[in-house]
């Protein structure tokens, strides 16, 4: 297998090792493939995605990540999937606890609990599609973002402790939003467990004035119009409508996340000959989720995890206030609920039936959402006999879906399925490839104002640079790990 | 020899680093993350720092000493322009690093979110010392 890269150009290879055919959408990559693979590797694709999957390295990481001690049943890779650090971007594995699983910070990546919100709202497309670009620029004054600019929110370091405790719940009896959103987040905002004591001081500092704010990459918030309903009733349910205007907003842990995973990351290297671990790429250490440094990582990861659901919080809050201004009418007139919050990166600890066993796993999910199915008491009551929400965003030109958890997935994959389109072209591939273009103007032909504030922002985040979302989400459709909803049209975008 | 070269990846972007001496490494690494940010002419070397890291091994250190960096822009929003590397060892760095606060005029537009370990190398060649390094973006 292709392991030989030490500074080339890595793009230039692709994976050559064995992807066998199960059915339409599942692929698997045999344990024997590679010396230390303790399960098969899967991978959800159709035709099409296969071949674009098979020209970065990312199947190579799937078979890294089966390597995992402890890891049940196999190494899952959603249709999204493209080449990451350590895990693949798209990338799924449970540990047993029981038989000495490790979680691995890796695993879950330096955005800690990136994830994205989706909110509805009484406005149709033709009340908001006139006034968009002042909708845009108004959004774009509201909500901070880019490299070092820093939150219109200021916490003390006592407070910057009780919002990793505590998560949004603790940001809302501040004012920053309503207390029905808690409901509405995943793991209401508030993984138990959480220890802000052990989050160190540098992760503190990084994260001190960052709480309600964007950051860069492909963070964003989007206004959208919903454009396609495919189960009526459901979207009924969550106050959708076709022509419904809708809000995503994409963002995660910010600094202080990242902080902490370094600094885990170092401590798990650290500790890789004292529990004799045999890993093929150091960005895979890890701890067994039962020792010391297991634990203090998950304290620390589930801190870092409610940081960030109290930054979309935040940052919901300021997107209300600039609808509120835009339209001259209070945020509660305008709907702007909290549909769901979803996390794509992240470990929890969760029971699953595995070979007829009740097992206590640690659920890593590095670029994958939590789909759980109807019934689950994790749900929230309202839509528990639905199946759970699952928001996948697509790329600012095409599309981005509502879906929701079901039954097969929590046989099959732990109740996860895909979390957005996945990359498919490099940044600088994506910059070359628009060069002499406007990708500005293009947006604007297809009706959609794009306003950024990186100067190759939109460049890097072209469509062109993505899987297209709709084939993506056809997958997991097709393979039962979630049902589709309903189809949201972008109609504008801020990017960091 | 060239500083640097970066690198291409699907999501991120990584560079390789080149110096006749683990020193020239280091500081030519400095270079090629701050070139990722921003454009380093537009930045001036008005101010001085000192940083000291240590981490368990070589490459763990271009690691830990790029993460110093960052942390610097991050939280104190000095953004460093050139790094004058007095000394490498395997497990610690000192270096002066010149820059000045962030300003408008910088126009940084990429957020590094992290030094990741991801096939993270430091080496002796026959030409001199190689290192990469791949930022989670």
């Known amino acids: 297998m292709a392991r030989g890269y030490k500074g080339g150009k890595p793009m230039a290879q692709g994976y050559n090792g064995p992807l066998e055919r199960i059915d339409e959408c599942r692929w698997r990559i045999p344990k024997d493939a590679e010396k230390g693979m303790r399960v098969d590797g899967i991978i959800y694709a159709d035709d099409r995605l296969i071949e674009l999957i098979r020209k970065d390295r990312a199947p190579e990481q799937v078979a890294n990540v089966a390597c995992l001690p402890g890891i049940v049943r196999a190494s899952y890779a959603m249709p999204d999937i493209h080449w990451g650090y350590g895990f693949c971007i798209g990338g799924l594995a449970a540990t047993d606890i029981g038989a000495g699983g490790v979680v691995s910070p890796g695993g879950v990546g330096y955005d800690i609990n990136c994830g994205v919100r989706l909110l509805t709202t009484n406005l149709r497309r033709e009340e908001a599609t006139p006034v968009m670009q002042s909708l845009i620029s108004t959004i774009y004054e509201h909500v901070p973002c880019g490299v070092g600019v820093g939150g219109r929110v200021r916490f003390s370091p006592a407070e910057e402790r009780e919002i990793m405790a505590r998560g949004p719940a603790f940001v809302v009896e501040r004012g920053f939003g309503r207390p029905e959103d808690v409901e509405h987040t995943e793991a209401r905002g508030c993984l138990a467990g959480a220890n802000p004591g052990v989050v160190s001081d540098r992760a503190c500092q990084r994260g001190q004035n960052q709480c309600g704010t964007l950051g860069a990459g492909n963070h964003f918030v989007e206004v959208q119009a919903v454009d396609e309903i495919y189960d009526p009733d459901a979207a009924a349910r969550m106050g959708i409508k076709v022509g419904t205007v809708t809000v995503m907003i994409h963002s995660g842990s910010r600094g202080l996340g990242h902080q902490v995973c370094d600094d885990s990351l170092r401590m798990m290297e650290s500790v890789i000959g004292k529990y004799r671990l045999q890993l093929p790429d150091r960005q895979l250490a890890a701890a067994p989720v039962d020792s010391p440094e297991g634990r203090k990582y998950l304290g620390a990861m589930r801190s870092a995890a409610n940081f960030a659901w109290a930054n979309r919080q935040i940052l919901t809050h300021h997107v209300r206030a600039a609808f509120a201004k835009q339209f001259g009418r209070s945020d509660e007139t305008l709907g702007l609920d909290l549909v769901y919050d979803v996390a794509h990166n992240i470990a929890k600890i969760e029971e699953h039936e595995v070979d007829g066993r009740k097992l206590k796993l640690c659920v890593h999910r590095k670029g994958a959402t939590r789909a759980f199915g109807p019934g689950h008491p994790d749900i929230p009551a309202d839509y528990r006999d639905l199946g759970q929400p699952v928001i996948i965003p697509g790329d600012m030109g095409r599309a981005s879906y509502l879906l929701l958890g079901t039954e097969q997935a929590m046989r099959e994959t732990f109740g996860t399925t895909c979390h957005g389109a996945g990359r498919v072209m490099s940044r600088r591939a994506a910059i070359r490839a628009a060069k002499g273009r406007s990708i500005k103007k293009e947006l604007a032909a297809k009706g959609i104002v794009a306003r950024c504030r990186g100067r190759y922002a939109l460049e890097e985040e072209q469509p062109d640079a993505y899987k297209d979302v709709n084939i993506v989400v056809d997958v997991v459709h097709r393979a039962g790990l979630s049902r589709r909803v309903c189809r949201m049209r972008p109609l504008g975008v801020i990017k960091g | ?137």
Do not use: C
Not at chain 2, 18 to 39: K, P, Q, V, W
Not at chain 2, 73 to 82: A, G, I, K
């Open chain 2, 1 to 137: 020899m060239r500083p640097f070269e970066i690198t291409d990846h699907t999501a991120d972007v990584g560079i390789t680093a080149y110096g006749a001496t683990r020193e020239e490494l280091f500081a030519n690494a400095a270079l090629g993350m701050l070139s990722i940010i921003g454009d380093p002419d537009t930045v001036a070397p008005k101010q001085a720092r000192e940083v000291q890291v240590q981490a368990s091994d070589p490459a763990a250190l271009l690691a830990a000493f790029l993460a110093e960096l960052l942390f610097l822009l991050e939280v104190e929003h000095f953004v460093t322009r050139r790094a004058d590397v007095e000394s490498v060892s395997d497990t610690e760095a000192r270096a002066t690093l010149h820059g000045e606060p962030i300003a408008p005029h910088h126009d940084l537009h990429t957020e590094i979110k992290a030094v990741t370990h991801h096939e993270l190398t430091v080496e002796h060649t026959e030409h001199g010392w190689r290192g990469t390094v791949l930022f989670d973006i």
